[in-house]
């Protein structure tokens, strides 16, 4: 499996960004697929999910703010965020987590207060 992320960037608090993945090797509507973060000398932390029924499911700092989606003909995931804070800051991940498995490259959320 192979996923390209995309999306981040540096905004204000109180502002979105979307969040790309595009997979190759698997197909994300068959696929549990995840967001995780890190910030740096912290451990990687789970942020949403969507499995392939379209279940999803948030962490509590996110929950409220944050939307997981998917696009089958694109074969990519999303992640909306909404409601920045600086805490969100952080390199975002996505993940493939079921049958198939993987991570893409990170890329960087950097929210300024």
């Known amino acids: 499996v192979q996923l390209q992320a995309s999306g981040g960037g540096s905004v204000q608090a109180g502002g979105s960004l979307r969040l790309s993945c595009t997979a190759s090797?698997?197909?994300?509507?068959?696929?549990?697929m995840a967001w995780y973060r890190q910030v740096p000398g912290n451990e990687r932390e789970w942020v949403a999910r969507?499995?392939?029924?379209?279940?999803?499911d948030y962490a509590d700092s996110v929950k409220g703010r944050f939307t997981i989606s998917r696009d089958s003909a694109k074969n990519t995931v999303y992640l909306q965020m909404n409601s920045l804070k600086p805490e969100d800051t952080a390199v975002y991940y996505c993940?493939?987590?079921?049958?198939?498995?993987?991570w893409g490259q990170g890329t960087q959320v950097t929210v300024s207060s």
């Open positions: 993940r493939a987590t079921w049958p198939r498995t993987g």
């Open positions: 090797g698997t197909r994300v509507s068959g696929n549990h």
């Open positions: 969507i499995a392939p029924g379209g279940n999803t």
